[in-house]
């Protein structure tokens, strides 16, 4: 079975993390995505220390998937650096980590 993965990123704002979410549920890099509340980011950029309302996206997915994911949302981004951060899952209950699988790869194994 493929590792399962938890991947966060963030919008600047909730029209474009649907069109993300959109385009990663239908190529199937992605079983689930879970678009959070609007946060207060606080960060240095380019020199300069910014401020900005984003929306989070938790998305679980395949190591196997990771790639192609990450460059799904560096081509749908509209930021220069996006934050694309990643995790395995260390414990998932089997069940869920077979439909995660299944469906990004396009098949249902539960």
Request: with cysteine; proline share 6%; hydrophobic share 45%.
């Amino acid at each position: 079975m493929d590792a399962l993965l938890i991947v966060m990123t963030t919008f600047p704002d909730e029209a474009s993390a649907a069109a993300a979410t959109d385009g990663m549920l239908a190529e199937r890099l992605a079983a689930c995505v879970q678009q959070m509340a609007p946060v207060r980011s606080s960060y240095r950029w380019q020199g300069k220390r910014e401020t900005s309302v984003e929306v989070p996206l938790m998305i679980k997915t395949t190591a196997g998937r990771y790639g192609a994911l990450e460059q799904y949302i560096r081509e749908h981004h509209p930021y220069d650096v996006p934050e694309i951060v990643a995790w395995p899952a260390t414990a998932a209950l089997p069940a869920y980590a077979r439909w995660v699988e299944g469906e990004t790869r396009g098949t249902l194994h539960v």
